[in-house]
């Protein structure tokens, strides 16, 4: 990690947040678009050194956070089958469907495996021929390459007891859906350093075009935070919005064509549903005809579950960048990390989780989680 | 006895098996003659002074990983727990429920390996108990020790008593035991240095109480929940908040990438070979010192200060010049998608 380091010293970033305060002319709202974005900004107490007429927006790109309930309670339906092993991402477990979440079907008996990349799920599959194995297939563009070449290797390897529920999603029609929206006002668009490291820097530019919207992709560490939005604040100040990219080490204007290749070799687009965002055209990935025996929905006759959404729950105004978490009668009383209601207090990713965990939210320590990993 | 067997439910029975599992296995590794004695309770003779008493029980999955197993870390725990009230461990407990049909020859090594830290601690198991639990009713093997310990009336250590201006030191790196459990859990090889800390600190302890001058106010191991939450239960039972500078803490470059690679916080990992020394500061620099020279707090270093506060705060000072809030940690640590 050390040429993370550079990116975290003072002497790199000092000059950055002094150039940024006295770049500021006038207050502007900006959009971090992903979930590392803004659990950087929290951990490294960025926020803290901008000046005030700078408000951060959490945005839509915590996968697990806009993940709906419908599917959550899919994958619930899948962990209760007897044959079934769940092998899933670990800040999903915690997620809640419309009653329970994975952890709660793990605790009642269900298998339920945490996996730190697909290819983890298909070793299990190969291990355990008798069980059928399920990866709850959540992300963006960043995951999904992955995931399709995991299908693609399934595919090869003859494997009959592996599944996937496909439930991920495309970044730039969610971010176009959100743009249309009259009632959000943002003036800069911090993009994704992950997903633009597949998609390429100039997927954004439609969005920059047609919404005058200033755009800079960034990374992760806070000089890549902080020289994305010194852009923005320059590009809102000259008038002439466009698409910087400040993450050049890693993203490229076209993205990774062979991942991109991958991805539409698998899945292809469909309407998806959004946690807090509703049904966004063409912004989901679904399997493709001829991979669809590793469909779990249709292999393993899982009926697609009813839209609910949460009673109470803001999250889908916090992801729309219209509230902060404390706006929400939920937050911090019935809605905290250790009993989360709504997606965005699951995710360490999440605005609300973030919001709670390093802004002061006092919780109580007394009630434990069902199975704590056993490190003592 | 064969070294292929299995533990079966006989050997929990009390009867000949048992007895066979006492003598062939338990008594070859643990000698201490109050144990060899095999009464129902040992004898510990007298002593002056205040009596420390912990328990702790140990299911750490897996049971063997890097820099230890569940034997080492089950002896190592309790002698923390006891010397982090300043007292000097007298006698250790050793009691293990064993999953029917675990491996004979892994349950000589964990005794074999509960054997070496309770010699080389010099801390002796005094008294056990075995039982056996039907297939699927535990997970291979449980382990509880309970300790006691005899604590002086010159030092009165304790997490209500952090003073605002008092120094923060941390006995060494941070992290080491809890990315090393997770990696074993996550089938990752991370390689490099990483392993677990376990090791017993009662002879830091020890020496840090015999120079001090009432000038150690708290003492605690940062275990689960790793130093951030410990931190933060300190501030709230002290009343007082406190500061750490994100670049003065310890943590290995292999630790640190490992953690970002995995997606977890350092601050929130266990530790179990590391303690929090909470002390006057101007005693401060003299206690780092002493730390630094005593083999378990080579790496060791001053990590903030304690302020006024009355809502038990507890912030960062990141690199960059930020501040950040930590809290406690809530749920388990979970590693993020991306």
Redesign the interface.
């Known amino acids: 990690?050390?040429c993370?380091d550079e990116f975290?010293?003072?002497e790199i970033?000092?000059p950055l947040?002094e150039e940024i305060a006295n770049s500021l002319r006038r207050p502007v709202r900006i959009m971090e678009v992903c979930?590392?974005h803004t659990?950087s900004i929290?951990?490294?107490?960025?926020?803290?050194?901008l000046p005030e007429g700078i408000t951060l927006l959490s945005g839509p790109g915590c996968?697990?956070c806009v993940t709906p309930a419908s599917h959550i309670d899919a994958f619930l339906a899948a962990a209760d089958l007897p044959q079934v092993t769940i092998a899933t991402?670990?800040?999903?477990?915690?997620v809640p469907g419309a009653e329970r979440s994975l952890a709660g079907a793990r605790a009642s008996g269900a298998r339920v495996e945490?996996v730190?990349s697909p290819m983890?799920a298909l070793t299990l599959a190969q291990l355990e021929p008798e069980r059928t194995v399920l990866f709850p297939a959540?992300?963006?563009e960043?995951?999904a390459p992955t995931i399709a070449a995991t299908i693609l290797a399934a595919e090869r390897l003859g494997l009959t007891n592996f599944l996937i529920i496909a439930a991920g999603k495309t970044m730039p029609h969610a971010l176009e859906a959100l743009m249309a929206d009259p009632e959000l006002r943002v003036d800069g668009l911090l993009c994704p350093g992950?997903v633009s490291a597949i998609i390429g820097s100039e997927a954004y530019r439609p969005l920059a075009d047609r919404h005058h919207l200033a755009c800079a992709v960034a990374g992760f560490e806070?000089a890549d935070i902080l020289s994305g939005l010194l852009s923005l604040i320059r590009q809102i100040n000259e008038g002439r919005p466009g698409v910087d990219n400040c993450y050049t080490r890693v993203v490229t204007a076209e993205g990774n064509s062979r991942a991109q290749h991958l991805i539409s070799e698998v899945f292809a687009p469909a309407d998806s549903e959004w946690r807090g965002l509703g049904t966004i055209p063409g912004s989901g990935l679904v399997l493709r005809e001829q991979y669809r025996r590793f469909d779990g929905m249709e292999q393993l006759a899982i009926p697609v579950q009813p839209v609910r959404e949460l009673k109470g729950c803001r999250c889908g105004e916090i992801l729309k960048g219209r509230l902060l978490p404390p706006d929400c009668p939920l937050y911090g009383t019935a809605c905290?990390?250790?009993q989360p209601i709504g997606p965005c207090m699951v995710?360490?990713?999440g605005t609300c989780a973030a919001y709670?965990?390093?802004?002061?939210?006092?919780?109580s320590?007394a009630r434990q989680?069902p199975k704590?990993?056993?490190?003592? | 006895m064969k070294t292929d067997s299995i533990i079966s439910l006989d050997h929990g029975s009390g009867g000949l098996a048992s007895q066979n599992l006492i003598s062939g296995l338990f008594l070859k590794y643990l000698t201490c003659p109050q144990l060899r004695d095999l009464e129902d309770c040992a004898m510990l003779g007298e002593y002056a002074g205040r009596i420390a008493f912990s328990t702790d029980s140990y299911v750490v999955d897996p049971l063997f990983f890097p820099g230890g197993d569940i034997g080492s870390l089950a002896v190592h725990g309790t002698i923390n727990d006891l010397a982090m009230r300043g007292a000097r461990p007298l006698a250790l407990s050793l009691a293990l429920i064993i999953e029917e049909g675990f491996s004979f020859a892994s349950l000589e090594r964990i005794i074999a390996s509960v054997a070496r830290a309770s010699e080389a601690a010099g801390v002796a198991i005094v008294t056990g108990d075995t039982k056996v639990v039907p297939k699927g009713k535990a997970d291979g093997l449980f382990v509880n020790t309970t300790g006691i310990g005899l604590a002086s009336h010159r030092h009165d250590i304790s997490v209500k008593k952090a003073q605002p201006g008092d120094a923060v030191i941390i006995s060494g790196t941070l992290a080491d035991h809890g990315i090393t459990i997770m990696s074993c859990q996550a089938g990752i090889d991370l390689g490099g240095d990483i392993e677990s800390d376990t090791q017993p600190l009662h002879r830091l302890v020890g020496a840090l109480l015999e120079e001090d001058a009432g000038l150690v106010h708290v003492l605690r191991d940062p275990t689960r929940g790793g130093l951030a939450t410990t931190l933060c239960e300190i501030a709230q039972s002290s009343g007082v908040d406190i500061v750490v500078e994100e670049d003065r803490l310890p943590i290995r470059p292999s630790v640190s990438t490992a953690c970002e690679m995995i997606g977890l916080d350092p601050l929130y990992l266990a530790n179990e070979g590391k303690c929090i020394i909470i002390c006057d500061q101007d005693g401060a620099e003299d206690i780092l010192q002493l730390v630094r020279r005593m083999p378990e707090g080579r790496d060791a270093a001053l990590i903030g200060w304690v302020h006024e506060g009355q809502d038990g705060r507890v912030s960062l000072t990141t690199r960059i010049g930020g501040s950040r809030l930590l809290e406690p940690l809530t749920g388990q640590p979970l590693p993020r998608i991306c």
């Open positions: 990690m050390k993370a975290r010293s003072r970033t000092a947040v979930g590392t659990m929290f951990r490294h107490g960025i926020r803290s050194l996968p697990v991402f670990g800040d999903l477990i915690r945490i730190y983890d959540i992300g963006f960043t995951t992950h806070p905290t990390p250790l995710s360490n990713e709670f965990r390093y802004s002061g939210r006092k919780t320590t989680e704590p990993l056993s490190v003592s």
